[in-house]
């Protein structure tokens, strides 16, 4: 069985000053303060949420 894809996603920006469903999406993924990380599951929920946020964030594979 093969390994599921993770994603490293880290906070590069402030969520203060931006609408509530950005904020939603930032601590649905685990993020609470600029620059901390958290390794997430390569799945289409995730890649949603990243592609919303994708202006505060900073995306590796891992």
């Known amino acids: 069985m093969a390994a599921a894809k993770k994603l490293k996603v880290t906070l590069v ?12 999406c930032v601590t649905g993924l685990g ?6 990380s958290v390794v997430v599951a390569d799945t289409p929920e995730n890649r949603g949420m990243i592609s ?3 202006f505060l964030l900073r995306v590796e594979e891992a």
């Open 31 to 36: 993020l609470r303060k600029i620059r901390q």
């Open 52 to 54: 919303r946020v994708s």
């Open 13 to 24: 920006k402030s969520t203060f000053g931006h609408i509530a469903a950005h904020r939603a």
